[in-house]
């Protein structure tokens, strides 16, 4: 690529990153900040001995992700885990998410297993309230305070979590603020794989039953 190309795509990819926030702003849901690392660092994580556990704790579950980002790690995160299913739910980025997703699980010879998988262009609240109860594994990464609209929609999302998640499987926040409160919650950290001198911060909450079947395997990884 040129670099006259490469210029403008840049300006062109920040054009649409501030129309996208400008969209955000004026519907009061939440900020479409340009996805990071985040969830891609927890399916590199879920790749290396240590992280494998993760495997145990997703497989057979309907995964769901919520501001999952325009990147597909979200479903490769699920699919590596032999998850039952995948749920992107992201409401500013859903058109990149589906394009992602399609070219990720259709690139030929791709490792990764295929999975049923959707994109729900949804904020979180929204796409939670209309969730059955005692169902899902919820899993969000880089959900910082800045991203949401503000305490209340925090805490209308927490309690969500609570009720959604199926009892013996965890909410997995990776480097975000969620924190559904009468959940126990334990802290991990780890190197991660593709730099190894950043710390990344998974927490993981869970009810008595979560603990109780994980709580041996979890054992292992905390400091
Ligand atoms: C920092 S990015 C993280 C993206 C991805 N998880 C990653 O680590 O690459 C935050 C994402 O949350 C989305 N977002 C913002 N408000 C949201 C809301 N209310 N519900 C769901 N997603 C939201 C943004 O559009 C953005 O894609």
């Excluded at 929204?126 to 925090?154: F, K, M, N, S, T």
Aim: one cysteine or more; aromatic letters at 10%.
């Amino acid at each position: 690529m040129s670099g006259d190309s490469e210029t403008s795509e840049s300006v062109s990819l920040s054009r649409d990153w501030r129309e996208r926030l400008s969209v955000s702003r004026d519907l009061g849901t939440g900020f479409a900040a340009p996805g990071g690392e985040f969830t891609r660092a927890l399916y590199e994580w879920a790749l290396t001995d240590q992280g494998g556990f993760l495997k145990d704790l997703l497989a057979g579950r309907r995964v769901v992700e919520l501001g999952a980002g325009m990147m597909p790690y979200g479903y490769a995160l699920a699919a590596t885990c032999g998850a039952r299913n995948f749920v992107a739910v992201e409401p500013f980025y859903a058109d990149k998410q589906s394009l992602s997703l399609s070219t990720f699980t259709g690139q030929p010879g791709q490792s990764v297993p295929r999975i049923p998988y959707k994109v729900k262009d949804q904020d979180m609240l929204a796409y939670l309230q209309e969730e059955a109860d005692d169902l899902l594994c919820v899993v969000a990464c880089g959900i910082e305070d800045c991203i949401l609209p503000g305490a209340d929609y925090r805490a209308r999302v927490e309690s969500e979590i609570r009720r959604v998640l199926e009892p013996d499987a965890f909410f997995l926040s990776s480097h975000s603020d969620l924190y559904p409160k009468d959940l126990k919650t334990v802290e991990i950290t780890y190197l991660r794989p593709s730099k190894p001198k950043v710390r990344d911060r998974l927490r993981l909450h869970g009810a008595k039953d979560a603990f109780e079947r994980y709580g041996d395997r979890i054992k292992d990884l905390l400091v």
